[in-house]
């Protein structure tokens, strides 16, 4: 049975933080440095930064579940105008990737939002796998942004956009 989402609320935000750092630490090693990956945890995922994500910037976190209700992964969307919207985060564990789950729960996040025309998201440019992942769920690149996210660090990502046809 394919996984579902659910709407996150603030009480998930221990479940989020435990998520991102078991899947940044098996997947980013070899795109991003250890360092950086320390690094933007920190920055992005702490309790702190969560809650303000959730309660201030206007983010939906879900979690997605496999079908015993255990969390196997997070996405974020926030609405940026009407009918655009932008996907902040997108995991899935390691071990439940390649099984048709990342285009099952991108769908169902999409039927969430029926007023959805535009959707866009960031990846980091040496992120392949990912890349490939979002091209088939038929996204493009629109732009390269360069972020600087302190301590020397900088997000060297594609802008990808995906228009509901």
Same mark, same amino acid.
């Given at each position: 049975? @394919? @996984?579902?989402?659910? @709407? ?38 702490? +309790?702190?930064?969560? #809650? ?61 939002? @029926?007023?959805?025309?535009? +959707? ?30 302190? #301590? ?14």
């Amino acid at each position: 049975m @394919p @996984p579902t989402i659910r @709407p996150a609320t603030t009480e998930d935000i221990p479940t989020i933080r435990d998520l991102a750092h078991c899947i940044w630490w098996a997947h980013y090693p070899g795109i991003i440095s250890a360092e950086q990956i320390e690094y933007m945890l920190g920055l992005m995922y702490s +309790v702190e930064t969560l #809650q303000r994500q959730i309660r201030e910037e206007g983010h939906q976190f879900w979690l997605v579940e496999d079908e015993g209700g255990t969390a196997i992964g997070f996405l974020a969307i926030s609405k940026q105008a009407a009918g655009t919207y932008f996907i902040q985060k997108f995991y899935l564990e390691n071990a439940e990737q390649g099984k048709g789950y990342g285009t099952t729960v991108f769908r169902q996040l999409l039927d969430n939002y @029926p007023d959805l025309q535009v +959707v866009r998201l960031a990846v980091n440019r040496q992120n392949f796998k990912s890349i490939n992942f979002y091209f088939k769920l038929g996204f493009c690149i629109e732009k390269c942004v360069n972020t600087s996210i302190g #301590q020397g660090f900088v997000m060297d990502d594609f802008q990808m956009i995906r228009k509901q046809r």
